[in-house]
């Protein structure tokens, strides 16, 4: 062995144990965001249940969501971060600070335009693209509360610049408590709203977190000299920093659009199931997220810096060897996770959620697509990092390409099995199409690269399914002789579950069981 190859080993070491180490801080913050979530759905749960009221609540937020996403999402971070980025480096802080008033203005303009249209329109749009099947009167609602929230989507227009901007100075906590205080605001509009305005006060709630999304931030600005000039520079000798900003938005806010636009698809396609339908597949989609975001989105976000790096040194073998790495841990904790969403997932939603007007039908409703979502979890988690490797290498088109099929695919899939499982069945194509997304993307990797160590990652794969299969035996055999107590069946059948995952895996050689908390220890 040369010297050069334990030189390259350590340094692969040392990165993936930064990544680690800051997925866990990252993971954190995530972790508060879903606990805060979790409490502002179960007071939504207990005062409204399953039903038409929350069905138009839901569907008000799609196309807010798809406006923001277009306009401020996050193609705006990954396009606006480099070039901020470029000011700092140059230590012109004015300048950085300059294009963030340029970007600020103009997302704010552009948000609230696009508002005042999609309000004018709103009930057009609610009857013809996202509720088709509600009855006039659930039309009516969610025209109403889709004007509120629609205010909200200018103020998180803003945010997501100021956000983005901390993070230029890689200061990433505020931004991270933001998403924490969000779900807060809706849970105090719920309380102190609900009982007298209805799902007109959860908006209003909504409005009230999106100002605790922003103003959380304001220490962080002042700290890092916040300057604001009202200035759009598309033109004049700071517009090409602003032109940079946008060309380099261009394929990834097509890529989102085509993803929010298959969640407003998917929102028509649910309406015309049922009262509770929309609901049921939004609360399954959350449930399901939570896991996602902790675990796959926190290693998506921490890995993309160091994939760049190593793309842009043109260093293909660390690229390859560190995507498989990161690939291996996000299975072994997103597979298990999986598994233990479908065999617990129904205790797990009547512990949080069965009171109030949250009845054991309404469990069942969302029950029955969170199991199929769970099957999609790691298809989903895997995705965070397929998609930015082509990001790093600065190929955006190809996911875009990818994403589209896609989105296409599991929407025609999933108009085809609701018939037979109903909301389950969109849940279901969503989770076919997502995993055969990311076997996509990797065979495009694989043939780029001349191979994407693919072997170790189906081995490392196949060892950690045996592991999550003993796992599921243990939970089922333990759950026949549990109480049916909600509390009981999730507490005993969770323990033991991660017990035998964990000693069945470091019997089948795991290694990613031991990579983590020895690379969270830094060794």
Not at 74 to 94: N, S, W
Not at 193 to 216: D, K, N, Q, T, Y
Request: glycine content about 10%; some cysteine; proline content about 4%.
């Amino acid at each position: 062995m040369t010297s050069a190859q334990p030189t390259a080993e350590a340094a692969h070491r040392r990165a993936l144990s930064h990544i680690v180490r800051n997925v866990g801080v990252v993971a954190v913050s995530f972790g508060l965001a879903a606990v805060a979530g979790l409490l502002r759905n179960i007071v939504i749960a207990a005062q409204f249940g399953i039903g038409a009221d929350l069905d138009a609540y839901y569907a008000a937020f799609k196309l807010p969501d798809l406006l923001f996403t277009i306009v401020a999402g996050g193609a705006l971070a990954t396009a606006f971060i480099p070039v901020f980025a470029d000011f700092l480096a140059a230590e012109d802080r004015a300048g950085a600070w300059r294009l963030a008033s340029a970007i600020t203005n103009i997302v704010f303009l552009v948000v609230t335009a696009l508002a005042v249209v999609a309000g004018l329109l709103a009930p057009w749009l609610v009857r013809t693209l996202i509720a088709p099947g509600f009855s006039p009167a659930e039309q009516a609602d969610t025209a109403t509360v889709m004007r509120i929230v629609l205010v909200s989507t200018v103020v998180f227009g803003v945010s997501a610049v100021q956000g983005s901007a901390l993070n230029g100075f890689k200061h990433f906590l505020l931004p991270a408590l933001g998403a924490a205080l969000y779900p807060l605001g809706i849970t105090l509009g719920a309380l102190l709203l609900g009982p007298r305005m209805g799902i007109a006060g959860l908006a209003v709630g909504a409005v009230l977190g999106s100002l605790f999304h922003l103003l959380v931030k304001v220490p962080g600005l002042v700290r890092y000299g916040f300057r604001w000039w009202p200035v759009l520079d598309l033109r004049g000798p700071h517009s090409q920093a602003v032109r940079r900003v946008f060309l380099l938005m261009g394929p990834r806010v097509v890529d989102l659009f085509v993803f929010q636009f298959s969640l407003v698809l998917t929102t028509n396609l649910a309406s015309r199931l049922g009262p509770g339908s929309v609901s049921a597949l939004e609360w399954g989609w959350d449930a399901m997220q939570l896991p996602e975001t902790i675990i796959g989105t926190a290693f998506g976000l921490v890995a993309f810096p160091t994939l760049a790096e190593l793309a842009a040194r043109g260093a293909v073998d660390r690229l390859r060897r560190t995507l498989a790495d990161t690939l291996g841990l996000v299975i072994a904790l997103t597979l298990p996770a999986a598994v233990g969403l479908i065999l617990l997932g129904r205790p797990l939603l009547a512990f949080l959620y069965q009171r109030g007007q949250f009845d054991a039908a309404a469990v069942e409703a969302v029950y029955a697509t969170l199991r199929f979502f769970a099957l999609g979890l790691v298809g989903h988690a895997c995705l965070e990092l397929a998609a930015r490797t082509f990001f790093a290498q600065k190929d955006t088109v190809t996911p875009l390409a990818v994403a589209a099929g896609s989105a296409a695919a599991g929407l025609l899939l999933g108009a085809a099995l609701m018939g037979a499982l109903g909301a389950g069945g969109l849940a279901l194509g969503n989770s076919v199409a997502t995993t055969a997304e990311v076997l996509v993307l990797m065979a495009i990797l694989r043939r780029r690269w001349g191979g994407v160590e693919g072997r170790r990652i189906l081995a490392a794969a196949g060892r950690v399914g045996l592991a999550s299969a003993a796992m599921a035996g243990a939970v089922v055999a333990t759950m026949a002789m549990v109480p049916e107590a909600p509390l009981a069946q999730l507490a005993v059948g969770g323990l033991v579950g991660a017990a035998v995952y964990v000693l069945a895996g470091l019997v089948l050689g795991v290694q990613e069981l031991r990579r983590l908390p020895a690379a969270l220890l830094g060794r």
